[in-house]
């Protein structure tokens, strides 16, 4: 499938004008679902522990009262 005809197939399912398809960039998947080997999320507290950063928490702020 070219690219003109992956635009056109997806213009005629969404209704949208094959310029404008053209112009969001889809393009076609290739081979099967792509498994990670490490999850997809940080622990940013390991993160922080490995870089050796301490963590503190931040004091809220105070907010002015009018009088």
Do not use: H
């Not at 997806?10 to 209704?15: D, L, Q, S």
């Not at 922080?48 to 931040?58: C, F, M, N, Y």
């Amino acid at each position: 499938m070219t690219q003109r005809d992956l635009n056109r197939a997806i213009a005629r399912a969404t209704g949208e004008d094959s310029a404008v398809i053209s112009r969001l960039g889809f393009v076609e998947l290739r081979g099967g679902p792509f498994e990670r080997d490490v999850p997809a999320v940080v622990d940013w507290d390991e993160v922080e522990a490995e870089r050796g950063v301490a963590i503190v928490p931040q004091r809220p702020r105070r907010t002015r009262v009018p009088a």
